[in-house]
């Protein structure tokens, strides 16, 4: 029988960096990932494949990095673990022996129970390579596209579909505005505001009641009655844990329908299996609380911490911080951590610094966006609990400067101090520098 | 007698953001900026007048910063401080009452004693907005630029000269490499390289020993004897701390000659005087020892400790860790803390960890940028001591991630958790992020 030191199931962002996080901490090992797609898709290139891509080939993730970390992979599926005999039973027959299992079966997309919704051209979210490209062709030759759900997913669904074709695009959200679950309002309309220019329209505080059409799609009806043109559908309403193997082998799962692990990512069922990514129970950095943010970089960070744990336990999860940053008509949107409104829902009192700057100095160098950074601290601490930028493309790496801060506990006297490097073609003037000037003004307020 | 409560000498970064943030933290309290520049220079946009920015007018820090922050500006030259009386005499003979004092008198350009270096069109960096002016005419009309010192404003200086008309950059550099005081070896042969492509034409391991001419500079002649035509020469070889005024008053200076100041940035000598910027001697935050790196970054976050802890002692300063950025031929390179190899001559045994990815992702985005991010740790304690990129812009910030994890002492394990967001558009993917997979392949080394 085939066997190996540590069994991967699933070849993902989770499950790859497991079995390469394993290899490096424990050279002697041998690692086996075991999933069913041919190629991968690199889950959050996905929008990316209907505009700036333009093609499900150029958004995967290179079999190189297992390779070169001497990590063997087999293309099947896993019928069952057999957690008694330490084996799982693949689709051709074969059963395959470990000392160690990683569960990174990540996550299913949730689809709408919509009447309707079961038409042709509905799309979810699958990270399937077959289906995106049935769903590319479809898109490509829509003439009338509707996005249920204004999360990121959504809005940047809306942002790319139109690049490569003309075609009307409207974003359907039931909330007030689209990105609200991770932003701030004032970053949600902002936001928002650059859709129209984009010729994306929305439709916020409305539902989908119902999917028109026959065999296909043809339309929507929304709540208010109204009736809008589709020729395609995408549901991005976000994804579910992926646990159908995992019940089967009896892992306990927790309130987020998620596998439950401990601090350590090892299952609180098997102390021979760990689990990590979306099929995993989170909790959150703030509260301890489960948590039901799926995100490829907590994905990652949990796959790490498995790969450490496996034969010793090295390190500790400490939780889910939640960084998020997507691009909208070329602008940058990003947060971390808890946003003022979800502080306050915490029970935090808060204290909010808010700095706007361009992000590259003197102001009239060309090409400087003006880049806002708004931070949340805890009153009686000082310490910040979030943040959130809009502005230019470094808002990406700015916001992870956010995290660092958040991760250390940092209390808006300790931000203000903090040592940046600044240069004029790259970031903001010494002077201006946001995070810092943003949090001088919170420790102002206090 | 006009009087403030706090009264500020210099009104370049130090002197700005010193006055800004007393004013944030002590809401009361009158502040006065005195100096003598009409308007001020970016002190770090001053190569990029040259190029980019193509006028000294566009590289001015804006007054307004100090207007909207109920700051007021003096326009003149301060001749004395009067310890014991507590006034400061202005050049137009009135006399000015403090109760508490900031020294931000900043730092004069180096001027090396070579025979010919009072010659016309010898420039050092200085900041003076006149003196750049009549040096941006004279090298807007050069044919031939020779750059004594191969630093981060020397390799500026021959990157922007070049931007908006032909003729021959030569930089001269006394060190085996350009960069190399702040960059380990294998980043600044990268830099270098890319020098050629942009005409500019490097002489390491040379020295200017004449400078040739009459009346004006006509070229140079190097240490192994060849000689360089040259219409003008700039001396970018670094800057001494401005002391005269404080060492008229009596204010003791340190190794590095600059005013010696506690842990709180005030004068040892006296309790009513607080120095920041380049006239303040700085320690570094690795050994505690005298530093003279210079910075402007450096020079607010002193500032903004300074403006803290004017009447409440609040604020302590942690040392400098110094991070570097800049542009070569529109790449980036950035540097944070110690390098490896200062890092070996302070003593450390070291393990490195080294990760390269494209800024973006997947690797087929268009303008994907190859980034290289190493870090240096301490093996025995795994501490972070300093890092380096190169690569797409977004390294401008991705240092600052960096610096922000030498600030709280992180190990290779923990930085191999940090949970950043990661975006295709934005960053490396969460797989391939190279702060976290340098420091797991550090771990891995140790």
């Known amino acids: 029988m085939k066997s190996a030191d540590v069994v ?13 996080s394993c290899r490096r901490r424990y050279e002697g090992k041998s690692v086996l990932v075991i999933r069913k797609e041919g190629q991968v898709q690199v889950p959050c290139g996905i929008p990316y494949i209907f505009g700036t891509l ?27 673990v057999n957690r008694e005999k330490k084996t799982v039973l693949l689709s051709g027959g074969e059963s ?11 996550s299913l997309p949730i689809t709408v129970p919509i009447p309707g919704a079961d038409k042709e051209n509905v799309f979810a979210i699958n990270k399937d390579a077959n289906y995106l490209k049935s769903m590319l062709g479809e898109i ?32 359907v959200e039931i ?14 309309i902002e936001a928002e505001s650059l859709l129209p220019e984009l010729g994306v329209k929305v439709c916020c505080n409305q539902r989908v009641e ?11 009806r929304l709540s208010d009655g109204r009736e809008l043109k589709a020729d395609v559908v995408i549901m991005g309403v976000g994804a579910i ?4 193997m995992a019940a089967k082998a009896g892992l306990q799962t927790g309130k987020t329908k998620a596998i439950m692990v401990d601090r350590y990512m090892r299952t609180v069922t098997d102390q021979d299996i760990f689990a990590c990514g979306d099929c995993a129970e989170k909790v959150s950095f703030f509260s301890g609380s489960p948590s039901a943010v799926m995100l490829a970089s907590v994905a990652t960070a949990e796959a790490r911490t498995v790969g450490a744990n496996l034969f010793v ?13 997507t691009m909208v008509g070329g602008r940058a949107f990003a947060c971390a951590g808890l946003t003022e409104k979800a502080a306050r829902q915490e029970g935090y009192d808060v204290v909010v610094g808010e700095a706007v700057a361009t992000d590259t100095h003197p102001g009239g160098m060309p090409g400087a966006v003006s880049t806002k950074v708004k931070l949340v601290f805890s009153r009686g601490t000082g310490i910040l609990l979030g943040g959130g930028i809009s502005g230019g493309k470094s808002a990406g790496e700015m916001i992870n400067v956010v995290s660092a801060c958040i991760q250390h506990k940092m209390t808006f006297d300790e931000v203000a101090l903090f040592q940046m490097g600044t240069h004029p073609a790259l970031t903001a003037s010494p002077i201006a520098y946001q995070i810092v000037n943003a949090a001088e003004l919170a420790a102002k307020a206090a």
Chains 1, 2 share one sequence.
């Open 96 to 106: 395959v022996g470990y000392d160690k299992l990683v569960m990174a079966t990540g």
């Open 313 to 325: 336990t090295r390190q500790q999860n400490g939780g889910e911080i939640g960084v998020f940053s």
């Open 210 to 220: 119902t999917i028109l059409g026959d065999r296909k799609v043809t339309g929507v």
């Open 175 to 188: 909330l007030p505005h689209c990105l609200q679950m991770a932003m701030d309002e004032e970053f949600c």
């Open 8 to 20: 991967v199931i699933g070849g993902s962002a989770a499950g790859a960096v497991a079995a390469v």
């Open 54 to 80: 333009g093609s499900v080939e150029k958004n995967v993730i290179p079999d190189a990095l297992l390779q070169n970390n001497g990590v063997e992979i087999v293309k099947e599926e896993v019928l069952e």
């Open 140 to 171: 490509n030759v829509a003439q009338d596209i509707v996005i249920i759900g204004g999360g990121f997913i959504g809005v940047e669904f809306a942002d790319e579909c139109r690049k490569n074709h003309a075609c009307n695009v409207t974003i």
């Open 241 to 244: 844990p992926n646990i159908a």
